[in-house]
């Protein structure tokens, strides 16, 4: 049984900064995908990064609304994948899903995906950006 939970949701002020975690235990394989979603109230669920691993070798693709803002972080537990985000803005509210088993897809350099890309999913934790 795969599970995934996120955690480090808060509030925050514009251009702060804040590191959420996510943790999946049941994988059978380390070769695995992961990815960031968020969802704000009325929107679809928006695909923000995504991490492939193959052996010891990851490929990272982000957004490009939030490409230089947003970066994966490695956990100090395995299977634990940290995001950490900065220069936070309003737009950035909203519950954040973390997904595992899954692929990226990405254009032009930009991560894509899309919510049926990914088979496990957490129950979110939730951002805030207030001015």
């Known amino acids: 049984q795969v599970q995934v939970a996120e955690s480090g949701g808060d509030l925050v002020h514009t251009g702060g900064s804040l590191r959420l975690s996510c943790t999946v235990s049941?994988?059978?394989?380390?070769?695995?995908?992961m990815g960031w979603f968020r969802q704000a109230p009325g929107n679809e669920r928006e695909a923000l990064a995504c991490?492939?691993?193959?052996?010891?070798?990851?490929?990272?693709y982000y957004a490009e609304s939030v490409a230089g803002r947003f970066k994966f972080a490695r956990g100090n537990v395995k299977n634990t994948l940290g995001l950490q985000m900065t220069d936070l803005k309003a737009d950035d509210t909203g519950m954040y899903y973390c997904?595992?088993?899954?692929?990226?897809?990405?254009?032009?350099?930009?991560?894509?995906?899309?919510?049926?890309?990914?088979?496990?999913w957490g129950q979110g934790t939730q951002v805030t950006v207030s001015s």
């Open positions: 049941g994988l059978t394989s380390d070769d695995y995908t």
């Open positions: 991490i492939t691993w193959s052996g010891n070798r990851a490929s990272v």
């Open positions: 997904a595992a088993e899954g692929a990226c897809s990405y254009i032009n350099g930009y991560y894509s995906g899309r919510h049926a890309d990914f088979r496990y």
